[in-house]
């Protein structure tokens, strides 16, 4: 069990360009959730997947962000047209999805995006 | 008004000191409260977490849940410099997966 990844760690790019994060869960998570966190503040839902399934997106998510977990493995977060607003600190987690209560969300170490 | 309101104020305390976090919360749907520990530039690890209204304890950790006045606690006894960090609350309703978090408290923990 190595946690959960997330690549690349740190991302510079200019406004409007697209940028893509990726995750890897921790093996057989079948539950894996996106969050972002700015400075000051703590993190705030965006997305959540049940293996492939995108179930629930938060109203944060506009239209320039789309999120995918093919084959209900690793997940992508894209942002297009990136503006300054979108610098944050993009987190991912995942749970086993065995549960149908509460269960522990393990969080990765997160992508940090700056938008000159 | 948020969902969760944490005082981000940072906390400096002298090493073996008790540290006293709080929260609070308007959404009476929420069941599950978790403390959350987040070093600088990681991501936020799991703490504790506790469901029902009263005290749970795991080590020098103690977490407090009182459902009736929607505020939640954590207190750190014999604090260590290497509890020095960024302490989120967090909630999350029955059957919801999203988690709702505080601000966040900066906690230094001096020697």
């Known amino acids: 069990d190595t946690g959960v990844s997330q690549d690349p760690r740190h991302k510079i790019t200019k406004r409007g360009q697209n940028v893509t994060f990726r995750c890897d869960p921790i093996?057989?998570?079948?539950?894996l959730y996106w969050y972002r966190q700015t400075l000051g503040q703590g993190p705030e839902f965006l997305t959540y997947?049940?293996?492939?399934?995108?179930?629930?997106k938060s109203r944060l998510l506009s239209d320039r962000f789309s999120a995918e977990r093919p084959k209900g493995s690793f997940s992508t977060l894209e942002i297009q047209r990136t503006e300054q607003g979108d610098s944050a600190m993009y987190l991912c987690?995942?749970?086993?999805?065995?549960?149908?209560?509460?269960?522990?969300?393990?969080f990765g170490p997160g992508t940090r995006l700056l938008v000159l | 008004q948020k969902e969760v309101e944490q005082d981000p104020g940072p906390l400096s305390v002298p090493e073996g000191a008790i540290v006293s976090l709080n929260c609070t919360y308007s959404?009476?749907?929420?069941?599950?409260f978790m403390w959350y520990r987040q070093y600088s530039r990681k991501g936020p690890e799991l703490l504790m977490y506790?469901?029902?209204?009263g005290n749970k304890e795991d080590g020098r950790f103690t977490a407090q849940v009182d459902k009736s006045s929607k505020y939640i606690s954590l207190f750190i006894r014999d604090s260590q410099p290497s509890d020095s960090a960024t302490y989120l609350c967090?909630?999350?309703?029955?059957?919801?997966?999203?988690?709702?978090f505080g601000k966040g408290n900066q906690v230094v923990v001096i020697p």
């Open positions: 987690a995942s749970s086993s999805g065995e549960g149908t209560t509460y269960e522990t969300q393990y």
């Open positions: 093996s057989e998570h079948n539950r």
């Open positions: 997947f049940q293996n492939e399934a995108q179930l629930e």
């Open positions: 959404n009476s749907a929420f069941q599950y």
């Open positions: 506790t469901y029902s209204s």
């Open positions: 967090a909630m999350s309703v029955y059957g919801n997966n999203r988690l709702a």
